[in-house]
């Protein structure tokens, strides 16, 4: 998986609310900018954690 997160954290963080998603039918959709922000953010908090 992307970001080598497992399909559960991943559902965690749309209920968090700290990965926007959308219904289409009954399932869930990522929005292209919503995945690019939330990588982005990730990588960031990564690189400043390897940096402390």
Do not use: C, D, H, W
Request: proline share 4%.
């Amino acid at each position: 998986m992307f970001l080598s997160i497992g399909k559960s954290s991943l559902y965690n963080l749309m209920k968090k609310g700290e990965l926007p998603f959308v219904f289409v039918g009954s399932n869930r959709r990522i929005p292209r900018k919503a995945l690019v922000e939330f990588t982005e953010r990730v990588l960031e908090e990564r690189q400043i954690s390897l940096s402390s």
